[in-house]
């Protein structure tokens, strides 16, 4: 299907949004969305509608109208008409649910934040522009209350933005014009916050019945919209939008070892993930010295991500493992890099290793290798994940791959080293991997949007 602006069935319009357009309102911004053109206000006053009095709880009314000029045909004024007419009415209902549902009445306290929206231009869209700039606004005059303490916490919960869907056609597309939208046989809106939660959904087949199907297609494309706008509003706001959904991390992860191999194997198992992964040379770090003297591996994990977290204002993760063997009371341990001396290299702790475990028989020589990730976030919060794999102690150095002690290490399930092994069969097995399998997992949980 042809689009006007060149635009793919899943793409929103160009959006502007401006803020501090008028200059009495509390909040107030001019948001664009290709031709439309709303501008949204928000006001605070001291009281609150006569059902809320002297309950502490707060309250947040819209109100909705087009000038005369926004439509192709001049549009009479309501005020000359003398009444608001069943649209707009229902359409300012939405925009008021849709930023209530976002803040918490309760801690705004007792007073009405209004929120004006006047569409000075048409052309499809309106409601959702009002709820997306109207958000913008109130949010706005919420923070102002906030930084000047006349509420103690800052009662916005989520961001919220509202987008259209519809099919044109017989095609799903997003964010619909007002040509699109008068020849639409479907004609979605939703409104939706940062989680990716909806708020309202709503729908009509008013020129034909839908399959879930296409349901689900147009659901898709509301989010996709919503997202990429909740980003703008961000943009436009950015100090709220610290404030209400964490500091904004970044999509760069630097992996803080000084170990290639390791780096290579953190690499290859993270390479579907969507972040860029940097090294430290990336950064001009190669060569840091990061002191390990952790008491545990997760804490010298965390140790090194945090030391590069602090220079560089990234996303850091670090990796701090080793070897433990039963017959040796756990050793080598955290202590498996400088095994033989502060400065051993991989082969002189083997020998080292080998010569402590000579007398011991086969079915003792049970051992583990142990991986642990930490993760330091650029505002300092910080998480572990620990993977570990079980094997055998060989009596002699097998194979050429890996690195430090692969090649004595016979893992279970295998009759193998991890000198032996295919590396892509260590990167789905190996303690590293189990590790980065529940960092990913918390990673998703903490830091993904
Ligand atoms: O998959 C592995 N295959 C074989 N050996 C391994 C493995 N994983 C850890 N190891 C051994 C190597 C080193 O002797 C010690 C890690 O010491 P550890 O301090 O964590 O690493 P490192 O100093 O080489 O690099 P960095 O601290 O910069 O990440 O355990
Ligand atoms: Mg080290």
Not at 125 to 154: C, D, M, P, W
Not at 195 to 217: A, M, N
Not at 239 to 252: F, T
Not at 307 to 324: E, N, P, Q, R, Y
Request: with cysteine; proline share 3%.
């Amino acid at each position: 299907m042809e689009r006007s602006l060149n635009r793919a069935n899943d793409e929103i319009r160009p959006v502007k949004i401006t803020t501090g357009y008028t200059k009495y309102a509390d909040g107030s911004v001019l948001i664009e969305m290709g031709e439309t053109k709303v501008i949204c206000t928000a006001t605070i006053e001291e009281k609150v509608p006569p059902f809320l009095r002297n309950t502490g709880t707060g309250w947040i009314n819209a109100e909705y109208s087009m000038i005369p000029s926004a439509t192709q045909q001049r549009k009479v004024r309501d005020s000359v008409k003398g009444k608001i007419d069943g649209r707009s009415q229902e359409i300012q209902r939405l925009i008021g649910r849709a930023i209530r549902s976002v803040v918490d009445l309760d801690k705004l306290g007792e007073r009405t934040i209004w929120v004006d929206c006047d569409v000075i231009q048409a052309d499809g869209g309106t409601r959702t522009a009002s709820i997306t700039g109207g958000f913008v606004a109130a949010a706005q005059a919420i923070y102002k209350l906030y930084e000047n303490r006349e509420i103690k916490h800052l009662p916005i919960r989520n961001f919220v933005s509202a987008i259209s869907a519809g099919i044109v056609d017989g095609t799903p597309i997003l964010d619909l014009c007002y040509e699109e939208d008068s020849s639409a046989q479907v004609d979605m809106n939703f409104v939706m916050t940062d989680r990716g939660e909806f708020v309202e959904v709503q729908g009509t087949g008013e020129e034909s019945p839908f399959t879930k199907s296409e349901l689900v297609k147009l659901l898709e494309l509301g989010e996709k919209g919503n997202k990429e706008l909740i980003k703008i509003q961000r943009a436009a706001i950015p100090e709220i939008g610290d404030a209400v959904m964490g500091m904004d991390y970044g999509k760069d992860i630097i992996i803080a070892t000084g170990n290639k191999h390791k780096l290579q194997e953190i690499g290859d198992i993270l390479k579907d993930f969507d972040y860029n992964i940097y090294s430290l040379k990336d950064v001009n770090l190669d060569g840091i010295e990061i002191i390990e003297d952790g008491k545990t591996f997760e804490h010298n994990a965390l140790i090194k991500a945090r030391t590069i977290a602090k220079l560089t204002g990234k996303i850091c993760i670090a990796d701090d493992s080793g070897l433990v063997v039963d017959a040796i009371g756990g050793k080598p341990g955290i202590y498996s890099a400088r095994y033989a001396g502060e400065n051993a290299t991989d082969e002189e702790n083997r020998i080292k290793l080998f010569d402590a475990m000579k007398d011991i028989p086969m079915e003792e020589r049970t051992a583990r290798f142990v991986s642990a990730i930490g993760v330091v976030l650029p505002d300092g919060k910080e998480f572990t994940a620990r993977g570990t794999v079980e094997g055998k102690i060989a009596f002699e150095e097998k194979g050429e791959n890996g690195f430090g002690y692969d090649n004595m290490f016979i893992v279970d399930g295998y009759d193998m080293t991890f000198g032996e092994i295919d590396p892509e069969i260590k990167n789905r097995i190996s303690h590293r991997a189990n590790a980065l399998k529940k960092m990913r997992e918390e990673f998703i949980k903490r830091v993904v949007r």
